[in-house]
């Protein structure tokens, strides 16, 4: 083979079969799910907008609380308690509307499903949206584990923990596999679906039944596995934030990596490996 047949070769992409039809249609129903909970679950928050930590609310000593105060001037202002800590948020959570009008709400209308002050409304889209995400997990993890998938592709092999520095150190200057390397998952993008898939997806499940009364009487053990209801209400807002934080970090990895190959793989299945770099040519001219 010549040098040029070599070079074309290397050009030219070679296109794989990446994502299979279940993993396709699972992606985009579980992300309209995420994005119907997510802005549900702020409405609902906005009902009562703390988080506490134990079996009862105490409401002198919430762990977190976004509401509004009055200035001097009269002025409402956006006030977020963690803890000891006092934040002005104005602009962001605690009131919204122009400054002459604004009205006390802890996340703004355009980030709750509806947008309007809807509790039963925003509860009725939560639960539909949870109860088709929980059995979709299920049968995806399960999906996972019998298909061998979770062995062949998502557990980490021994000589990958060696790599976890460079590989997290690529990925912070966005630079991303090439050629064959990118047939696989790499170490980061590895340990990043298992927390996410065996960790903090189930926990926003298991605390979301934690919180409803009539799964607490078939399943008391829940209350005990995360020390009362309003303990289960602030995991389970944290894990929804940890979830939109790898959303978001997601997006940008795929804006960065190749927005048009990267959906083509999740619509289509088909990927095309992006092609190795060209060797550097050091040879002096003559």
Known sequence: MSATDRTDRRRKPTVIRRHPPFTRLWHWVNALCLAILLMSGL????????????QDSRFDAPALSIGAERSDTGELRGVTR???????????????????DRERRAFPAWATLPGPRWLSMGRQWHFLAAWIFAP?????????????????????????????????????????????????????????????????APLVVLTGFTMSPTLDAAWPWLLDLFGGRQSARTLHFLCAFALLAFFLVHLLMVLASGVVNNLRSMITGRYALPPEKEPRDDTPSR
């Not at 409405?43 to 134990?54: E, S, T, V």
């Not at 963690?82 to 002459?100: I, K």
């Not at 999906?143 to 000589?159: K, N, T, W």
Request: no cysteine.
């Open 136 to 200: 979709l997990l299920a049968a995806y993890l399960l999906y996972l584990v019998i298909g061998g998938r979770l062995s062949r592709q998502l557990l980490p092999r021994r000589h990958e923990w060696r790599q976890l520095g460079s590989v997290l150190w690529e990925h912070l200057r966005l630079r991303f596999p090439r050629g064959e390397a990118a047939r696989h998952y790499n170490l980061l993008q590895k340990l990043t679906y298992l927390l996410v898939l065996f960790v903090i």
């Open 43 to 54: 409405q609902i928050f906005n009902a009562h907008p703390a988080l506490y930590w134990g």
């Open 82 to 100: 963690l803890g000891g800590w006092r934040f002005d948020t104005t602009g962001v959570l605690g009131v919204s509307g122009p400054t002459a």
